[in-house]
């Protein structure tokens, strides 16, 4: 019924892409298009005899829009999805409305080179204007909600765990629960262990760049910033156990504060063990965790660069990680005068995802919803045009496809709450 391409074939894209070919119905082609070839025809002979989708490969740098487009001008999907990296949301976006494809990412765009002043100029003001200074943010793309909705087209953004699940979640809970919904605490627990003493479930220059911001949180209508790390949370989490978590700026926090009317305070905490902290804070302050290039014998090195070239593959933790993700939100507010409380998550076990399709839970987590968003708007149920997050669509078909391809949600009317 519709042919996609996929853009990135990495330790979230591998999932996407295996989960879109046992959706054969809706993916009828696919082709993976990536920097490096090699790991797309991989893939592709892993796919072999297991679909009836028809994949093809190609070689694409997405950083440049005139090959995204000349890719698109000659695969002619109906959409793309981009699971490569946030720095190339724009070129990627560009290539789509120039060529009318729907567009489809899962994290909200962020320039790899943050020295650059056109950018930080924007950056600057932003950080005055809105207080909060992560390098990410939705004005980027929010800014082309008018032209995608005069070309008729959607692009869907965020729509992995978290952000994606979690609006998705909470667009439920609004639905189903909740006449006016006043907290939102949006609790992201990985309880697996690699064996490693120190390693990233995902994109290692991407996640040590969130981790190691300052955290902020939504009240009252404006943000409050906090320094990295310093507000930290006990939860006892079902099928995990106890986990220390810290307050993290993420970004569905912007969206849901901007679409959820009534909200007055939205949340953030990811859980993280002594190990992983101690690391990050000893490579923080030695300046490995910096995007500023700097001479080495005569050469650029962009210290964060050279660190992810040290660290295990995210996509190679599948074999050796154990134990379970639990992933979800808590609200607060009322249905029919009275106050209620909610908790809806997902137990995700990481050598369950390993033995179905060769990852770790975090890969797991995000590739199938980024596959369960491009199925929607490929095929037509979600069709709304413009730049919009997935807590903007009916959440029920989203919400039945994750039960159907292996995220099954609970609903806890009972839970304990975070203070
Ligand atoms: P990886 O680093 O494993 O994979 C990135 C892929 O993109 C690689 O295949 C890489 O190619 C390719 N790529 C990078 N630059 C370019 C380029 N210029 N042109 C073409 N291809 C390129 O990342 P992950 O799979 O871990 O993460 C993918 C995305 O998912 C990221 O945007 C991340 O932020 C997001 N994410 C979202 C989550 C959520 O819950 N919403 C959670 C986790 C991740 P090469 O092989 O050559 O390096």
Redesign the pocket.
């Known amino acids: 019924m519709s042919r996609l391409l996929v853009?990135?074939?990495?330790?979230?894209?591998?999932v996407a892409i295996q989960k879109c070919c046992q959706n054969s119905d809706v993916f009828t082609e696919l082709c993976i298009?990536?920097?490096?070839k090699s790991?797309?025809d991989a893939l592709k002979e892993k796919l072999n005899g297991k679909t009836s989708t028809i994949v093809t490969t190609a070689q694409?740098?997405?950083?440049?829009v005139e090959e995204v487009k000349a890719l698109i001008s000659s695969y002619k999907p109906d959409a793309v999805l981009?699971?490569?990296?946030?720095?190339?949301?724009l070129?990627i976006m560009d290539a789509c409305l120039a060529c009318k494809v729907h567009y489809i990412?899962?994290?909200n765009y962020e320039p790899e080179n943050t020295d650059d002043p056109k950018w930080r100029e924007v950056y600057e003001k932003r950080c005055k204007e809105l207080g909060f200074s992560a390098y990410f943010d939705y004005s980027w793309q929010w800014a082309y909600d008018e032209k995608f909705k005069e070309a008729g087209l959607t692009a869907l953004l965020?729509?992995?765990?978290?952000?994606?699940?979690t609006s998705v979640f909470t667009a439920y809970a609004k639905k189903h629960y909740f006449d006016e919904i006043h907290t939102i605490d949006i609790l992201d627990c990985n309880g697996g262990d690699h064996g490693y003493a120190f390693a990233t479930?995902?994109?290692?220059?991407?996640?040590l760049r969130?981790v190691s911001a300052p955290g902020s949180y939504w009240e009252d209508g404006h943000w409050v910033e906090v320094p990295a790390m310093s507000i930290k949370r006990e939860y006892d989490f079902p099928q995990v156990g106890k986990k220390d978590m810290y307050l993290l700026h993420h970004?569905e926090i912007e969206a849901l504060a901007r679409n959820i009317k009534g909200v007055k305070r939205i949340r953030f905490f990811m859980t993280f063990g002594q190990s992983y902290l101690t690391h990050m804070k000893c490579l923080e302050n030695v300046g490995m965790l910096s995007t500023t290039p700097i001479d080495f014998n005569g050469q650029q090195i962009v210290p964060i660069q050279f660190l992810?070239a040290l660290l295990p593959?995210?996509?190679s933790l599948g074999p050796r990680t154990v134990g379970k993700t639990n992933i979800g939100c808590i609200f607060t507010g009322v249905k029919d005068g009275k106050e209620k409380t909610i908790m809806i998550y997902n137990v995700c076990d990481h050598q369950e995802c390993y033995k179905e399709l060769g990852s770790q839970a975090?890969?797991y987590?995000?590739?199938v919803?980024?596959m369960i968003g491009t199925a929607l708007v490929a095929s037509g149920v979600w069709n709304k045009t413009g730049a919009l997050t997935t807590d903007e669509f009916d959440p029920d078909p989203y919400m039945e496809m994750l039960n159907k391809f292996g995220l099954p949600w609970i609903v806890d009317e009972n839970p304990v709450t975070v203070e």
């Open positions: 853009i990135g074939c990495g330790g979230v894209a591998q298009a990536s920097r490096t790991k797309c694409v740098d997405a950083d440049n981009n699971v490569a990296l946030p720095y190339q949301d070129t990412d899962t994290a965020g729509t992995g765990f978290d952000p994606g699940v479930n995902f994109n290692p220059e991407v996640n969130e970004e992810k593959d995210p996509a975090i890969s987590t995000t590739g919803p980024a």
